[in-house]
């Protein structure tokens, strides 16, 4: 029974992953914390995080670590297989037709229609784990300043400043926060 639900649930984030990596957050999230209770919006967030740090699509690695989750190394499998199977088959259709009539009004403007939608998915997902993150809520209430995480706060603001004053690698921030969050929340406490 598992299988079949991961199956499903997957073969819907797969088939309607328009937007890519991050514009399909949303419909994992509904898939996983909202709809199946799978994960918790914490366990979301931290697969987010995961699937950030690994080799690959975030969509497919988000899929393989809940199929691994909820039903070990088969589970991984067929979450997987159902996030990959209609996203491959939707992306050489698309593909085909996309090349072949790129050109046409019609098609640059669902492009152009597109893209606020999706910057709108991404920013709906990066604020729930921003809340999260930040004020150990999964919305903004007048009540999360009273369980804000100054040290995560600090961080956010160090990492963007960082990013966007010297345009740094991604790599070395996640890779300098995970030693500055060993420091500060494992030895400092």
């Known amino acids: 029974m598992i299988y079949w639900k991961l199956l499903l649930?997957?073969?819907?984030?797969?088939?309607?992953?328009?937007?890519?990596g991050y514009g399909i957050l949303p419909l994992i999230q509904?898939?996983?914390?909202?709809?199946n209770h799978w994960l918790t919006m914490k366990e979301f967030a931290?697969?987010?995080t995961i699937s950030q740090m690994t080799p690959g699509p975030i969509v497919l690695n988000a899929s393989t670590f809940v199929g691994?989750?909820?039903?070990g190394v088969t589970g991984a499998i067929v979450a997987t297989f159902g996030c990959a199977f209609p996203t491959t088959v939707l992306a050489i259709i698309?593909?085909?037709?996309?090349?072949?009539?790129?050109?046409?009004?019609?098609?640059?403007?669902?492009?152009?229609?597109?893209?606020?939608?999706?910057v709108s998915l991404i920013a709906?997902?990066?604020?729930?784990?921003?809340?999260l993150s930040l004020f150990n809520a999964e919305a903004f209430t007048l009540s999360v300043?009273?369980?804000?995480?100054?040290?995560?706060?600090?961080?956010?603001?160090?990492c963007l400043f960082i990013l966007r004053k010297w345009k740094t690698n991604p790599i070395y921030i996640m890779l300098g926060s995970g030693v500055v969050g060993i420091v500060v929340y494992l030895l400092m406490g």
């Open 9 to 20: 649930s997957f073969l819907q984030v797969g088939l309607f992953s328009f937007g890519g």
């Open 68 to 71: 691994m989750k909820m039903a």
């Open 30 to 35: 509904q898939q996983v914390v909202t709809q």
């Open 94 to 118: 698309v593909g085909y037709y996309y090349y072949k009539y790129r050109d046409m009004t019609l098609v640059k403007g669902i492009f152009e229609g597109l893209r606020p939608a999706i």
């Open 124 to 131: 709906t997902v990066g604020m729930s784990i921003l809340f």
């Open 46 to 48: 931290d697969v987010v």
């Open 145 to 158: 300043f009273s369980h804000v995480d100054w040290k995560a706060v600090v961080m956010f603001l160090s």
